[in-house]
């Protein structure tokens, strides 16, 4: 049941992205609450995987959902080059696993699913994750014409360093 889940979510997720990258009818581009696209129609697309590393995953995500859901992303979009994916992974400290880049040009392997969905850390800091995903994405802010969608992979335990 949690695997249909995870999987409906991802390819509902995916297809929004293509879905709002390509061309819609006049009457479809004035969004109303329950049409909202976070993108214009047409926009190239700079989509941020955040994704909890955190060591309550080992439970929370026994059944490795995360790279299902990985492997769903990179299956959907494989071959769209006006999207360009970047990861980045955190726990007490943010990586960037992968910078943006289209999957046509670096498809994700399944050594890189495994890396990117590790869960060794010893604290949920979203702050760290959120202020490196900010980074990434201003890394790359030359480029005002590219919609910026951000999708955050958690179990929602947060527990940051004490104090912070």
């Known amino acids: ?5 995870l999987l409906a979510v ?28 976070p993108c214009k129609a047409g ?4 989509l941020l995987v955040l994704m909890d590393q955190s060591g309550s995953l080992a439970w929370m995500d026994k059944d490795l959902l995360r790279r299902d859901g990985l492997r769903e992303v990179n299956s959907v979009l494989q071959g769209s080059d ?12 943010a990586t960037v696993h992968r910078p943006f880049t ?42 005002a014409d590219r919609c910026r969608v951000l999708v955050f992979f958690t179990d929602g335990v947060y527990d940051p360093l004490k104090g912070e």
């Open 1 to 5: 049941m949690k695997r249909s889940i």
């Open 10 to 37: 991802a390819v509902a997720l995916t297809a929004g992205v293509l879905g709002f990258a390509s061309s819609l009818p006049a009457s479809a581009q004035t969004a109303q609450p329950e049409q909202y696209t």
């Open 43 to 46: 926009s190239a697309v700079d």
């Open 82 to 93: 006006y999207v360009r994916l970047a990861i980045v992974g955190f726990k007490e400290e």
């Open 102 to 143: 289209t999957l046509s040009e670096r498809p994700l392997t399944e050594d890189d699913i495994r890396q990117i969905t590790v869960f060794d850390g010893q604290q949920t800091d979203y702050y760290t994750g959120l202020d490196a995903a900010i980074t990434e994405f201003e890394r790359t802010a030359s480029k």
